[in-house]
């Protein structure tokens, strides 16, 4: 995916939204002519213009006018009498409900784009916005950026899209290179989740992984089988042991220094499918298991943004790669293996694998000296089943570290609720055999499974667990992605990442 930024001479800064392949011009009627597009945007539930000025003297047309030219979804498009003789475009940014004003900005400016494509349009010119903010024109940027992405290297007829340039009509400084840093991770991200299982096995990942290491001068550490058993990470080979293609643990290391020695860790969970093992899943779906890995991805890509925006702060990324299926010498339900802090584990369920391989991240991350971990993964149908598709699960020792994913995440469009870690629900998780076995009967799923990984999480760390089991992948769109791989988190984290950076502690 091409996407160029760039800010013309006076300043003003302007994307030229750019892409593979050149349109084959479409028909059209050719009513905007070959001049820019005027594009006005306003919420039409508050009758409120967002574009400032001239936008509001004209927003009556939005109601009244009889010459609209188009009309669909929430975009309006009217010839009238204007300084530019160009048909103006109005977008409505109050068409989904539930949004903050900036995700509202992303999704118009994802329509827009969307729009334009199909209609050959060359350049859209975006006045200022109301109480304009370089976060605001950002956030529009952002949804330009989501429209451009296809998964389409499994079609024969690839997503031909338009050439379409984007300007804004004045100086406001705009950091595009920010914007592509986020986007190229996003693109990363997405890629590798929406692979099939086939053929992203943890191998694969720990060579994609290295080439990031190796590009941006960051020091790698992959642990096979051997290194995995010579170094106790019994987690992650006990999922692994079902399947031909070994597991791995994978870790990366940023080591810019932080002025106050913070070191961030991010732990993802990537089982790069995840059939349940010999507690099987039933087949309902079960092909987005290939998106189990969604957490590892997005520590990956995660840590791509940061080395090319060079934050100064010191950052781990530990991938735990294993593949759960069952297989001849795959774990049996009962089976008792001894994590690497000596707890003796009982697995119970072989399908509650993301916790299992969780832990060895964790300890690793500890062992590096983090300061501070946020662990990511699509970990429980339960979390899926309390917050649905649109809002991802928090779990956290920490009120600060907590609040900074939070307010990041309403920042990025990412919603995000805490839950409780309560210890109550810890009872659950003894076992009659082992310390600690890897299901409850029955319960809170999200909540106990979040409990199993505080009890390897030392008691100083501030430590957060995102489980993104129900917004990570979406069969039938959600918000900017029409199917596929979200990349949900990506945004939080970086944006997290940046506020430590900046010594923004909540
Ligand atoms: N990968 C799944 C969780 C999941 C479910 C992710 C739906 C995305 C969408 C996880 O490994 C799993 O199977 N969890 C089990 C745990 C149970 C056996 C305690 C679950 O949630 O059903
Ligand atoms: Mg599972
Ligand atoms: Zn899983």
């Not at 996003?186 to 590798?192: T, Y």
């Not at 950052?315 to 293996?337: K, M, Q, S, T, Y």
């Not at 584990?345 to 000296?369: H, P, S, W």
Request: with cysteine; net charge neutral; aromatic share 6%.
């Amino acid at each position: 995916m091409k996407r160029k930024f760039s800010a013309s001479k006076g300043g003003s800064a302007q994307k030229k939204h750019s892409t593979d392949k050149k349109n084959a011009a479409k028909e059209h009627s050719g009513w905007w002519g070959d001049g820019p597009v005027f594009v006005f945007l306003y919420d039409k539930r508050e009758k409120e213009a967002i574009t400032n000025g001239k936008a509001k003297e004209i927003l009556q047309f939005v109601n009244d006018s009889e010459q609209v030219l188009h009309e669909s979804e929430a975009l309006r498009i009217i010839r009238i009498n204007n300084e530019y003789s160009h048909p103006v475009l109005f977008v409505d940014t109050g068409k989904e409900v539930g949004l903050n004003l900036l995700d509202h900005l992303r999704m118009a400016g994802y329509r827009l784009a969307k729009w334009a494509e199909n209609n050959s349009v060359k350049t859209l010119m975006i006045p200022p916005l109301k109480d304009d903010s370089p976060k605001k024109r950002n956030a529009i940027l952002q949804g330009l950026c989501h429209a451009s992405y296809a998964f389409d290297k499994y079609k024969s007829k690839k997503h031909e899209k338009a050439d379409v340039e984007y300007l804004f009509a004045d100086d406001m400084e705009i950091d595009g290179n920010s914007l592509q840093a986020l986007f190229s991770g996003i693109d990363i991200a997405k890629n590798l989740i929406n692979e099939p299982g086939c053929n992203l096995t943890p191998g694969v990942v720990a060579n994609i992984a290295k080439g990031i290491a190796q590009k941006y001068g960051l020091s790698i550490k992959i642990r096979g089988e051997s290194e995995l058993k010579r170094d106790n990470y019994n987690g992650i080979l006990t999922v692994g042991r079902g399947s031909k293609n070994q597991p791995a643990m994978v870790t990366i290391s940023y080591a810019a220094k932080h002025k106050k020695n913070i070191r961030l860790a991010l732990v993802g969970k990537g089982i790069t499918f995840d059939t349940g093992g010999i507690s099987l899943k039933t087949q309902d779906k079960m092909y987005e298991m290939k998106s189990d890995m969604s957490g590892a991805a997005i520590v990956l890509a995660a840590m791509q943004v940061i080395a090319e925006l060079k934050l100064p702060i010191a950052v781990d990324a530990i991938l735990c790669l294993a593949e759960n299926r069952p297989g001849e010498n795959a774990v049996l339900p009962g089976d008792i293996f001894k994590a690497k802090n000596g707890k003796s584990i009982m697995v119970e369920n072989t399908d509650a694998e993301g916790r299992l391989v969780l832990i060895d991240g964790l300890t690793e991350a500890a062992e590096l000296g983090a300061t501070h971990i946020i662990d990511i993964a699509t970990l429980t149908g339960a979390i899926q089943r309390a917050l649905g598709n649109a809002i991802g699960g928090l779990f956290s020792n920490s009120e600060g570290l907590a609040l900074t994913i939070t307010e990041s995440g309403d920042e990025c469009g990412e919603k995000w609720w805490r839950m409780p870690l309560d210890e109550e629900y810890t009872e659950g998780l003894k076992d009659k055999v082992a310390d600690i076995r890897n299901i409850t009967d029955g319960g809170p799923g999200a909540i106990t499974a979040a409990l199993f990984l505080k009890e390897f999480v030392k008691k100083d760390l501030q430590w957060a667990h995102l489980d993104i089991a129900g917004v990570a992948f979406t069969a039938n769109g959600y918000k900017y992605t029409e199917h596929g791989a979200t990349a949900f988190g990506l945004k939080t984290i970086v944006e997290t990442a940046k506020r430590y950076s900046a010594d923004e502690l909540r």
